[in-house]
C-alpha cells in the first residue's frame, strides 16, 4: 500500500484524527496569511491555457466570531502552558479582534504539528509581514525559542501597482527544528557576478582555479581559493515567483514555485523521508516530494485543491504516482453528509467525478448551470464543444428536468447532465429522452442529449456517455512533466 496520503479535510481534525505523534521528518506549511482576500482559481483556456473563467476557491478573512472564541478557550484553558499565556497576552494587547481570531485558528494547529514532527523534524512556516511579528512568538511559545533556526526571506519580484508606500517583494519563511538534533544537507548557490572573473581581486591559478590575495596584517599574503562548489546559501532566497506564463502555473491562486519547495525539501530531508504540508493548496509540495523521493502527506480543506492536486500527479508523473486520497466521500452517506455540511463543496466533489469544471458563482452568469466539461471530437482547432451540469442534492422535479432541457438548448450544449442522489423517476426519464441526441461527426456515434445520473451510480464508476475526447478534461491546465531526482548533490557553475 502506498505511504502517500491526500487528505481532505479542516487539517485539525485531519491531524487529530489520522496523524500519529512523531511521524513527520519534514513540515512546511503555506497557511492563508489574513489577507483579508478571496482567492479564486483560474480554469483552463480552451487551448490549454489559463483562462478567465474562475471560482473562490479559498477565504482569507478572519472575524472574531463565535467559532475563534471557541477554538481561543480551548487553546487557553487546555493549551500547553506557554501557547495559553502567549494567547493572553496577544488578547491584552489585541483585544477581541480579527487578529486574534487569525492566531487563535493558527495555534491549534501549530500545536499538532508539533506533536506530530520527529525528534529530529524541521517546521518552516511561510507567512508575509501582515502576522509573522505574531507567529514566530506563537511559534517560540510552542517549539521553544531556542529551536529557532532561521528566518528565511523569500525575495521576488513581481509588478506592483504604484502607491504611497515601499513595494512588497518578499515573504517570511520561519525555520525551527523541534530538538537541537536535526538533517541539514548544506546548499550552494553560484557566486554573483561580482565575485570571481569579473572581480577584479580574483586571478586564475596554473590549474584555472580561482583564487585572490589575502593581507593580513604581519603575516605574508596568502592565496583564498574560491569554494568550487559555489557559496553557501544564506536566508535571502531570491527565487522566482511563478510568472504568468511559466509552464508550471496551474491557476491556483497562492501557488508557490517549485524551486523554493525543492530548496526546502532538499535542506532538510532525505530520501524516503516523510514530507507533510498540511495546507498543500495545489500541491506544490507533494509534487516536489514525489519527485525527490520523499514520502508525502499533503492536507487541503477545498476540494478544489484536491481534485486540481490528483490531477497535478497524473500530467506530471503519467500515472506512476501511487498515493491514497483520505476524506473524500466515497459512500451515499458521506456524501450526502458532505453535501449538507457544505453544498458548495459537495457540487465540487460530484462535479470533480466526472472531471468538469465547475461554473462561475458571479451574479445572473451560468443560470441553471453547476458545471461545464469542454471537449473535441473533431479535430483538436475544430469547434469546442460543451457538456453541462446540473447538481441537486435535494429532490429533482421532473420541470427541473425540462429546466435543464431549456439551458442546453440556450447554451447550445452538446449534452446536459443531471446529477442527483435519488434515482428518476418515470416522467423525468420520458422528459430527458425527449430531448433526443447528440450526434459526434468524429465518432459517428449517438449519446443522450439529456442524462440523468445519480450519485450512487457515479461512486460504482460509471462515468457519463459522450464522445472520448484525447482533451476531454479540460478542466485544469496540464502540469509539466516532472523528472524524478535520485541526486540532488548540486555542481552549480562556478559563474
Ligand atoms: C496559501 S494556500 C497554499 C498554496 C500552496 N502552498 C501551493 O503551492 O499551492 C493555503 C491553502 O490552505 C487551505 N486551507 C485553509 N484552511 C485550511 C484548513 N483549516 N485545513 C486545510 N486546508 C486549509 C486553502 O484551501 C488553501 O488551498
Redesign the pocket.
Given at each position: 500500500m502506498s505511504k502517500n496520503l491526500l487528505y481532505y479535510?479542516?487539517?485539525?481534525d485531519i491531524l487529530r484524527r489520522y496523524i500519529k505523534d512523531e511521524s513527520a521528518d519534514l513540515i512546511y506549511l503555506?497557511?492563508?496569511f489574513k489577507s483579508n482576500q478571496d482567492y479564486n482559481v483560474l480554469f483552463a483556456e480552451k487551448n490549454g491555457s489559463n483562462s478567465k473563467s474562475q471560482i473562490k476557491?479559498?477565504e482569507d478573512t478572519w472575524i472574531w466570531d463565535e467559532a475563534a472564541v471557541e477554538s481561543y478557550a480551548e487553546m487557553v484553558e487546555c493549551g500547553p502552558d506557554k501557547v495559553s499565556q502567549a494567547l493572553q497576552g496577544f488578547r491584552r494587547f489585541l483585544g477581541p479582534s480579527d487578529m486574534l481570531a487569525y492566531l487563535s485558528m493558527m495555534a491549534p494547529r501549530l500545536v499538532e504539528l508539533n506533536r506530530v514532527l520527529k525528534p529530529t523534524g524541521t517546521i518552516y512556516l511561510h507567512c508575509d509581514p501582515t502576522a509573522s511579528h505574531y507567529l514566530k512568538m506563537l511559534m517560540d511559545a510552542i517549539f521553544g525559542g531556542s529551536h529557532f533556526q532561521n528566518e528565511i526571506v523569500w525575495y521576488y519580484r513581481r509588478y506592483t501597482a504604484a502607491s504611497n508606500r515601499l513595494q512588497r517583494l518578499h515573504d517570511i519563511i520561519f525555520w525551527y527544528t523541534k530538538t537541537s538534533k536535526w538533517t541539514f544537507n548544506e546548499q550552494r548557490e553560484p557566486y554573483a557576478e561580482t565575485s570571481g572573473k569579473k572581480d577584479s581581486h580574483y586571478k586564475q591559478d596554473e590549474q584555472g582555479l580561482w583564487f585572490r590575495w589575502q593581507k593580513r596584517m604581519g603575516k605574508k599574503p596568502y592565496k583564498v581559493y574560491l569554494d568550487e562548489r559555489g557559496k553557501r546559501v544564506g536566508d535571502v532566497w531570491p527565487l522566482q515567483h511563478i510568472n504568468a506564463s511559466a509552464k508550471e502555473r496551474l491557476g491556483?491562486p497562492?501557488?508557490?514555485p517549485e524551486a523554493l519547495l525543492e530548496r526546502i525539501i532538499v535542506s532538510s530531508s532525505n530520501e524516503g523521508d516523510v514530507v507533510l504540508?498540511?495546507?498543500?493548496?495545489?500541491?506544490?509540495?507533494v509534487s516536489v516530494a514525489e519527485r525527490l523521493n520523499r514520502q508525502w502527506m499533503g492536507?487541503?480543506?477545498?476540494y478544489l485543491?484536491i481534485a486540481l492536486i490528483k490531477h497535478r500527479l497524473t500530467s506530471a508523473y503519467e500515472g506512476k504516482e501511487q498515493y491514497k486520497v483520505v476524506g473524500e466521500p466515497v459512500s451515499i452517506p458521506d456524501a450526502e453528509a458532505l453535501a449538507k455540511q457544505d453544498p458548495y463543496q459537495f457540487q465540487w466533489w460530484a462535479l470533480g467525478l466526472v472531471g468538469a469544471r465547475p461554473a462561475e458563482q458571479k451574479k445572473g452568469a451560468d443560470k441553471g448551470i453547476d458545471g461545464r466539461l469542454y471537449f473535441h471530437d473533431e479535430s483538436e482547432d475544430a469547434e469546442t464543444k460543451q457538456i453541462i451540469f446540473s447538481v441537486k442534492a435535494g429532490n429533482v422535479t421532473v420541470s427541473q428536468v425540462r429546466d435543464l432541457r431549456g439551458v442546453i438548448e440556450r447554451e447550445n450544449a452538446a449534452i446536459g447532465v443531471f446529477i442527483t442522489f435519488n434515482e428518476p423517476t418515470k416522467p423525468m426519464r420520458k422528459e430527458a429522452a425527449e430531448a433526443g441526441l447528440y450526434h459526434s461527426p468524429g465518432w459517428k456515434k449517438k449519446y443522450p442529449r439529456l442524462q440523468l445520473v445519480t450519485v450512487a451510480e457515479l461512486l460504482s464508476g460509471k462515468g457519463i456517455k459522450c464522445p472520448p475526447s484525447k482533451h476531454v478534461n479540460m478542466t485544469f491546465k496540464k502540469a509539466p512533466k516532472a523528472k524524478r531526482k535520485k541526486d540532488h548533490t548540486k555542481h552549480l557553475p562556478l559563474f
Amino acid at each position: 500500500m502506498s505511504k502517500n496520503l491526500l487528505y481532505y479535510g479542516d487539517n485539525l481534525d485531519i491531524l487529530r484524527r489520522y496523524i500519529k505523534d512523531e511521524s513527520a521528518d519534514l513540515i512546511y506549511l503555506d497557511p492563508p496569511f489574513k489577507s483579508n482576500q478571496d482567492y479564486n482559481v483560474l480554469f483552463a483556456e480552451k487551448n490549454g491555457s489559463n483562462s478567465k473563467s474562475q471560482i473562490k476557491a479559498f477565504e482569507d478573512t478572519w472575524i472574531w466570531d463565535e467559532a475563534a472564541v471557541e477554538s481561543y478557550a480551548e487553546m487557553v484553558e487546555c493549551g500547553p502552558d506557554k501557547v495559553s499565556q502567549a494567547l493572553q497576552g496577544f488578547r491584552r494587547f489585541l483585544g477581541p479582534s480579527d487578529m486574534l481570531a487569525y492566531l487563535s485558528m493558527m495555534a491549534p494547529r501549530l500545536v499538532e504539528l508539533n506533536r506530530v514532527l520527529k525528534p529530529t523534524g524541521t517546521i518552516y512556516l511561510h507567512c508575509d509581514p501582515t502576522a509573522s511579528h505574531y507567529l514566530k512568538m506563537l511559534m517560540d511559545a510552542i517549539f521553544g525559542g531556542s529551536h529557532f533556526q532561521n528566518e528565511i526571506v523569500w525575495y521576488y519580484r513581481r509588478y506592483t501597482a504604484a502607491s504611497n508606500r515601499l513595494q512588497r517583494l518578499h515573504d517570511i519563511i520561519f525555520w525551527y527544528t523541534k530538538t537541537s538534533k536535526w538533517t541539514f544537507n548544506e546548499q550552494r548557490e553560484p557566486y554573483a557576478e561580482t565575485s570571481g572573473k569579473k572581480d577584479s581581486h580574483y586571478k586564475q591559478d596554473e590549474q584555472g582555479l580561482w583564487f585572490r590575495w589575502q593581507k593580513r596584517m604581519g603575516k605574508k599574503p596568502y592565496k583564498v581559493y574560491l569554494d568550487e562548489r559555489g557559496k553557501r546559501v544564506g536566508d535571502v532566497w531570491p527565487l522566482q515567483h511563478i510568472n504568468a506564463s511559466a509552464k508550471e502555473r496551474l491557476g491556483y491562486p497562492t501557488q508557490k514555485p517549485e524551486a523554493l519547495l525543492e530548496r526546502i525539501i532538499v535542506s532538510s530531508s532525505n530520501e524516503g523521508d516523510v514530507v507533510l504540508d498540511p495546507f498543500c493548496g495545489c500541491g506544490t509540495t507533494v509534487s516536489v516530494a514525489e519527485r525527490l523521493n520523499r514520502q508525502w502527506m499533503g492536507i487541503d480543506i477545498t476540494y478544489l485543491a484536491i481534485a486540481l492536486i490528483k490531477h497535478r500527479l497524473t500530467s506530471a508523473y503519467e500515472g506512476k504516482e501511487q498515493y491514497k486520497v483520505v476524506g473524500e466521500p466515497v459512500s451515499i452517506p458521506d456524501a450526502e453528509a458532505l453535501a449538507k455540511q457544505d453544498p458548495y463543496q459537495f457540487q465540487w466533489w460530484a462535479l470533480g467525478l466526472v472531471g468538469a469544471r465547475p461554473a462561475e458563482q458571479k451574479k445572473g452568469a451560468d443560470k441553471g448551470i453547476d458545471g461545464r466539461l469542454y471537449f473535441h471530437d473533431e479535430s483538436e482547432d475544430a469547434e469546442t464543444k460543451q457538456i453541462i451540469f446540473s447538481v441537486k442534492a435535494g429532490n429533482v422535479t421532473v420541470s427541473q428536468v425540462r429546466d435543464l432541457r431549456g439551458v442546453i438548448e440556450r447554451e447550445n450544449a452538446a449534452i446536459g447532465v443531471f446529477i442527483t442522489f435519488n434515482e428518476p423517476t418515470k416522467p423525468m426519464r420520458k422528459e430527458a429522452a425527449e430531448a433526443g441526441l447528440y450526434h459526434s461527426p468524429g465518432w459517428k456515434k449517438k449519446y443522450p442529449r439529456l442524462q440523468l445520473v445519480t450519485v450512487a451510480e457515479l461512486l460504482s464508476g460509471k462515468g457519463i456517455k459522450c464522445p472520448p475526447s484525447k482533451h476531454v478534461n479540460m478542466t485544469f491546465k496540464k502540469a509539466p512533466k516532472a523528472k524524478r531526482k535520485k541526486d540532488h548533490t548540486k555542481h552549480l557553475p562556478l559563474f
